[in-house]
């Protein structure tokens, strides 16, 4: 193969990457907005916990797939392990397709099914995206250049699939189906497909996998360290309450039982935007740390979010629903900016992306710091604690089925409070004695 043959498949294969990169965000927050239309169906009967079973499956997926995910890649290399993630979530988005033409009980099942499947392929691509760009980039800063022009079109994909959702569907009621948002999924199958197709003729070459010996195996692991232990138990909050705030506060928006929220013209639109600017805010807060990273460490940076988190969900919660503020917010299928009159709370809860953008990765930071060869377990493990995104909210939910919306978002006031704690003493590393 020719010199520019061999640089046109690169940028190619970038490219594709970027859209995949794009894609994990697009299925995974499919959850919540769609999670909308099925709760409104009569045999749901309105549960919010029900509800919310589809982002809860797509996340469990990562329980199980997160380590062996970690071995595939290294077993049978990138460009495999890559094409395996994209068949699975084709297949997984087909599913729920699917599901849109069954009605009630045995239609829900199919779509729990396909989103269960579909956080099977995120899993996959999330071990795989990262490396993968790193290597097509040959390292260095320009594998880093390219994984953040990643990072930040998988936060664009965040704050467009709620809104997009949310606009196809409008205002909820029992006729609401599945097909209402049929362009998103055959968006999905489209660029899964593509992707597919274009990176099979795309030669990629491996690098080379170091060996891992006994010694580094079973000597000791990432649970031996403290300060590990209590990040793992962080990453898992930290994925719930990433995930939990938007997902929650488009139910409350979208609830036509929520005077002075849901009993809004196109509810389920607004609560769509409204989520949107959360993941939105989140892209902004993703731009600004990197400027600020180099200057700001981790710990200092995790004090001051979570404070600051933790002030605007208790005023959320303790500002009555009544008091409104009109709100910027975008709608998609027109391509203008428009405002809606919605609850302060929240937009005070929008507020909190500015905060959890910059969360993960000081965790990840905090957590590995010192564990020399054990970090590559640690990844694993933190890749498995994702299914915290399916745990919080789903206890949230049954809260707010029990004790209404606002109030149950004591669920992550707690999640904030325990991110705190971990920042100020938890992230210590106190095992300094074992050999790294």
Known sequence: MSQTNKQNGSIIAIITMFFLYAMISFVTNL????????????EIGGSNVLGIMGNFMNFFAYLFMGIPAGKMLTKVGYKKTALIGI???????????????????????????GAFISGFSVCILNTVVNPML?????????????????????????????????????????STKMADVNLVMYIAMTVFAAAFIIL??????DPEMGKVTADTVFEHSPWAFRHCLLGVIAIFVYVGVEVGIPGGLNFFLSDPSEKGAGLLENAATIGGAVAAMYWLLMLIGRLCSSVIAGKVSSRQLMLTTTTIGMILIIAAMIIPKTTTVNMPLFDILKF????????????????????????????????????????????????????GGGVLPVVQNFFADKIGYMPS?????????YM?????????????????
């Open 31 to 42: 959850g919540a907005p769609i999670g909308v239309i099925w709760k409104s169906q009569p």
């Open 87 to 113: 068949a699975v979530g084709f297949f997984g988005v087909l599913i729920q397709y699917l599901s849109g033409h069954s009605s009630g009980i045995p239609g829900f099942c199919i779509y729990l099914l």
């Open 134 to 174: 790193n290597l097509l980039g040959g390292g260095g800063n320009r594998g880093n250049q390219l994984n953040m022009i990643g990072g930040t079109l998988n936060s664009l994909a965040g704050t467009l699939t709620p809104m997009l959702v949310g606009a196809l569907i409008g205002t909820v009621t029992a």
């Open 200 to 205: 099979l003729f795309i030669p990629i070459q």
């Open 336 to 387: 203008k900016l428009t405002y809606a009159n919605v609850p302060l709370s929240a937009l005070l809860l929008v507020l909190c992306g500015l905060c959890t953008s910059v969360m993960w990765a000081s965790i990840f930071n905090l957590a590995t710091e010192g564990l020399g060869k054990y970090t590559a377990q640690a990844s694993g493990i933190f890749m498995m604690m994702v299914v």
């Open 409 to 417: 978002y004591f669920i992550y006031l707690l999640g904030m409070a």
């Open 420 to 436: 705190f704690y971990y920042a100020l003493h938890g992230c210590k590393n106190v095992n300094k004695d074992i050999p790294v």
